[in-house]
């Protein structure tokens, strides 16, 4: 017999009481993953409601490094991860071992990781940065040096907006290098009136014809301007249903219906359903790298 999505979220609401859980999902989650979240932001509001809550289980909807965060923060908290295949190809780009060697070659250098990397990345790093606050860690050092990893278009965005010397890992996001500007530039001659947003993961060509360069969760806040009625979104298009459920009666335009992250995508009702009934697959991180990697994200969480 087929379960139906009612059924299944009433499964999750019960055991999630049972549980004393929280779920926390990503803005690029499925539509109906976003509807049975506690909180739905991005990766900095995500780790913001980790370090905050009093739940005892945090069943995290997103990607690995996200539920790795939540765990690094909150060791005393069973974390969840529905489906432990929903990776981040970026942050798969950059190891240990690959960024001790970069250190090497530019010593003096303080280093900022981008919070989509590994904990072991992070333990090798001074200060963590997301999206929504890249600027202003880097901006918060002392240093005028600065390795940068691992997203060099993150990156490159940053540059234009610093004096300091970024030292730039050539990562990049799979899905946000799908969004094209020819794309926007055919958008905007078909929508005048319409606002560009676009998230720093996009290629610099990108984020030119933009009038707004955000972060999932600023795309969110800036949505809700009285005066922004028409917006074309250059993100990942999960991120569509909140606008528009936020919004109703405004104009969203995904600048690309090919920008979709398939990792964000593994995670289901079925899967969040069975995760609560096994307590598992769960997210830990070993002691002597969640230290270190915590001094990074905390440097991070002090300076937001
Ligand atoms: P945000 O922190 O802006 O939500 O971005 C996370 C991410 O993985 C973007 O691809
Ligand atoms: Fe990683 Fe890109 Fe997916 Fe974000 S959208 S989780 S950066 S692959």
Not at 2 to 21: C, F, H, M, P
Not at 77 to 91: I, Q, R, S, W, Y
Not at 206 to 216: M, N, P, Y
Not at 258 to 267: E, V
Request: include cysteine.
């Amino acid at each position: 017999m087929v379960t139906s999505n009612a059924e299944l979220i009433d499964k999750i609401t019960g055991l999630k009481r049972e549980r004393k859980a929280v779920i926390l999902t990503h803005n690029y989650q499925l539509a109906e993953i976003q509807d049975i979240a506690d909180f739905v932001g991005d990766s900095l509001g995500l780790s913001q409601s980790a370090a905050r809550t009093g739940a005892e289980v945090i069943v995290f909807c997103g990607v690995h490094f996200m539920a790795e965060t939540a765990a690094i923060l909150c060791p005393d908290k069973t974390v969840l991860l529905p489906d432990l295949n929903a990776g981040c190809p970026m942050a798969d780009m950059i190891t240990a071992d690959g960024l001790r060697r970069m250190k090497e070659e530019i010593p003096g250098a303080s280093v900022v990781c981008y919070v989509n990397t590994t904990a072991e990345v992070k333990a090798e790093s001074d200060i963590c940065c997301t999206s929504a606050n890249a600027v202003k860690v880097v901006e918060s050092l002392a240093n005028d040096d600065i390795i940068f990893v691992p997203d060099q278009y993150l990156g490159h965005y940053v540059q234009t907006k610093t004096a300091k010397r970024l030292h730039l890992w050539p990562g990049y996001c799979s899905t946000h290098v799908r969004i094209q500007p020819e794309d926007i530039l055919e958008l905007k001659k078909e929508y005048p009136r319409a606002r560009v947003m676009v998230h720093p993961e996009c290629r610099p060509e990108v984020i030119a014809l933009a009038d707004e360069v955000l972060s999932t969760g600023g795309m969110c806040t800036y949505a809700q301007r009285p005066e922004v009625t028409e917006m074309i979104v250059g993100t990942e298009i999960g991120i569509i249903h909140r606008l528009k459920k936020e919004n109703p009666g405004k104009r969203f335009i995904p600048v690309s219906e090919q920008a979709i992250c398939p990792n964000m995508k593994l995670i289901t009702l079925e899967k969040v359903l069975w995760s609560l009934e096994a307590m598992a697959p769960e997210v830990r991180v070993a002691e002597d790298i969640r230290l270190k990697a915590k001094a990074a994200v905390d440097r991070m969480l002090e300076v937001t």
